[in-house]
């Protein structure tokens, strides 16, 4: 498995400012993912980020509203912008590891409220 | 791309009852198949996992037989408790040769005393 913490664990913040979650591994992985968990909703994928390489987003989600970091393989941001309160949600990185493909591991997740 | 249905909730049982989670999946090939426990307040956690037809994923009393005929993955355990009280999703990867996973929309079990 591999061990994932996410800062802040929490927050509320006020509409049109922008809040950056960050995302620490405590092993080097190839890959990590952004989700989303709008209150009694499902997962929906954000962006896949690869270390050294732009962020590839998901459909209905671009760079401008949610740029993501990668600067080593056991590190990465995610900042979402110019906030609404449909924003709020929780924020939630995953990784996959080499050595267990296809097997996605969970950071605790950020939980937003904008007021 | 693959996708993946599960029952509704809320699922209310008191506790040693028998738990039946249902999931069916439609799917290019034999993904893996996985069950994740998301516990209140918290991130998810992986709970089990399948990797080949007939496999059964196992953990913390949970089951789940990965059936190619009925294309299903139904999550059971034979006595809850309650500290099972979760959201249980199922989740398999959305397409051939892709890390990227797709959820199922959740299943919110209450194990009462």
């Known amino acids: 498995s591999a061990v994932i913490s996410q800062k802040p664990s929490r927050d509320i913040c006020q509409r049109g400012t922008s809040l950056t979650i960050q995302c620490q591994v405590d092993?080097?992985?190839?890959?990590m993912f952004w989700y989303r968990q709008q209150p009694g909703q499902s997962l929906t994928l954000i962006a896949t980020?690869?270390?050294?390489?732009?962020?590839?987003?998901e459909s209905g989600f671009v760079i401008d509203k949610f740029p993501i970091s990668r600067p080593n393989l056991t590190f990465s941001t995610l900042t979402v912008s110019n906030m609404s309160p449909e924003d709020s949600s929780i924020y939630l990185c995953?990784?996959?590891?080499?050595?267990?493909?296809?097997?996605?591991?969970f950071g605790p997740g950020t939980r937003l409220l904008v007021l | 791309g693959n996708s993946v249905t599960q029952m509704e909730g809320p699922v209310t049982l008191s506790e040693e009852a028998f738990l039946t989670i249902n999931c069916t999946y439609t799917?290019?090939?034999?993904?893996?198949l996985f069950w994740y426990v998301q516990y209140p307040g918290e991130g998810l956690q992986l709970l089990l996992k399948?990797?080949?037809?007939?496999d059964k994923g196992s953990n913390k009393g949970f089951e789940a037989t990965y059936r190619k005929e009925t294309t299903s993955f139904h999550l059971e355990k034979g006595s809850v408790q309650v500290s099972d009280s979760a959201v249980y999703f199922c989740?398999?990867?959305?397409?051939?040769?892709?890390?990227?996973?797709?959820f199922g929309t959740g299943t919110r079990l209450q194990v009462f005393p």
């Open positions: 799917a290019t090939g034999y993904p893996s």
């Open positions: 995953s990784v996959d590891r080499t050595a267990e493909q296809e097997t996605q591991y």
């Open positions: 399948a990797t080949k037809a007939d």
């Open positions: 989740a398999l990867p959305r397409s051939y040769n892709t890390d990227k996973l797709i």
């Open positions: 092993s080097q992985v190839t890959m």
């Open positions: 980020a690869n270390q050294g390489s732009e962020a590839t987003y």
